[in-house]
T-cell receptor
């Protein structure tokens, strides 16, 4: 069966520090991969999606970047965090057929102080 | 305009009640639709897909109306454990999923 792992679960970082969040998927090949952010009390905002290695699309201009160095690995990064980067970051995967929905990782709660 | 919009609630209902949520979408080319459930401080989890013919899973019924561009979720015989935020989702090009902001449901004893 397929599983998705995301870490760390919680992170507190100072303003201006770098960020690296990692997500890996097991049990499938060539998944579509996604990064979402959910600000407190808000909906899910799609940040990046990837349909293959080194194929990344950005949905909104921001202080973040994403990379996919391996088929089942998706990394979210920032060189310098802003206070507004605080939120709940969720990685998700899907097969190429959208009828089957997404599966989310357990998320990383990031607080920038 | 948001791709997917839904009433944030909260909907406060007693146990055993029937409750319905609606959600509208703006892009008529949307391909697939889903309802997700999100518990407090947890990741969203797929509740059910939504088909044009309507579909039912136990106490839950989902409907899609393409002409009016809305989807609905009906929960019968509400349980305390149904308390959560319900997110509606539409998909677009390359399987991008756009989420509504969620409707909060509180089921009271």
């Amino acid at each position: 069966s397929q599983t998705i792992h995301q870490w760390p679960a919680t992170l507190v970082q100072p303003v201006g520090s770098p960020l690296s969040l990692e997500c890996t998927v097991e049990g499938t090949s060539n998944p579509n991969l996604y990064w979402y952010r959910q600000a407190a009390g808000r909906g899910l905002q799609l940040l990046f999606y990837s349909i293959g290695i080194d194929q990344i699309s950005s949905e909104v201009p921001q202080n973040l970047s994403a990379s996919r160095p391996q088929d089942r690995q998706f990394i979210l990064s920032s060189k310098k965090l802003l206070l507004s980067d605080s939120g709940f970051y969720l990685c998700a995967w899907s097969v190429t057929d959208s009828r089957f929905g997404y599966t989310f990782g357990s998320g990383t709660r990031l607080t920038v102080v | 305009r948001k791709e997917v919009e839904q009433d944030p609630g909260p909907f406060n209902v007693p146990e055993g009640a029937t409750v319905a949520f609606n959600c509208t979408y703006s892009n008529s080319a949307s391909q697939s639709f889903f309802w997700y459930r999100q518990d407090c401080r947890k990741e969203p989890k797929l509740l059910m897909s939504v088909y044009s013919s309507g579909n039912e899973d136990g106490r839950f019924t989902a409907q899609l109306n393409r002409a009016s561009q809305y989807i609905s979720l009906l929960i019968r015989d509400s349980k305390l454990s149904d308390s959560a935020t319900y997110l509606c989702v539409g998909t677009y090009n390359f399987n991008k999923f756009y989420f509504g902001s969620g409707t909060k449901l509180n089921v009271k004893p």
